[in-house]
């Protein structure tokens, strides 16, 4: 039972388990449940099979402007901020809301972003990823693993997913 609840996002021991599961559609986390039990128990996806990789990331003293051509470029709404491989925040669209004067555009990231980041573990869940990103309200999350990123799962992969 505690295999299949953190499968789910919650935990327990070999005699009991507990997950508390939000917002998602109950057919989706009942049809998991018995892939779970059909499957001995390992879950049929993680975060790493969803994930992408290698990461488009920022330094935090590269310009505004210049992340805003990235963005544009690359069809992202956010990036991961990478000071020497370590995560030290994210930038999105929507910090830029607080860059509106023009000065600012010539700021470095690290006046902007966002600091406090939520990160996921590659053997998580779908369904734990899209509780993050519902809790943080969030569209992306850094996939680390020893302290570095390796990948990005996005509110769009999970939700596809589930």
């Known amino acids: 039972m505690g295999l299949i609840m953190r499968a789910l996002g919650g935990g327990g ?32 996806v993680q975060i790493s099979d969803l994930m ?21 470029e690359k069809g992202h709404t956010g990036l991961p901020v990478l000071d020497e491989g ?27 972003m966002t600091t406090n980041v939520a990160t996921i573990e590659p053997g998580t869940s779908p369904l734990q990823a899209a509780r993050l990103m519902i809790q943080h309200d969030i569209g992306r999350l850094p996939v680390t693993e020893n302290g570095l990123v390796i990948g990005i799962v996005t509110r769009s992969d999970t939700m596809r997913y589930l």
């Open 52 to 72: 992408s990789y290698p990461v488009v990331s920022v330094s935090p003293d590269i310009k505004m402007t210049q992340v805003q051509d990235i963005l544009s």
């Open 13 to 44: 021991h070999p005699a009991a388990g507990s997950a508390l599961i939000k917002s998602v559609n109950p057919g989706a986390v009942e049809q998991m449940i018995v892939r779970l039990i059909n499957d001995d128990q390992q879950a049929a």
């Open 86 to 112: 370590r995560l030290v925040g994210i930038i999105s669209k929507r910090d830029f809301r607080k860059a509106k004067k023009k000065s600012a555009s010539n700021a470095p990231v690290r006046a902007f």
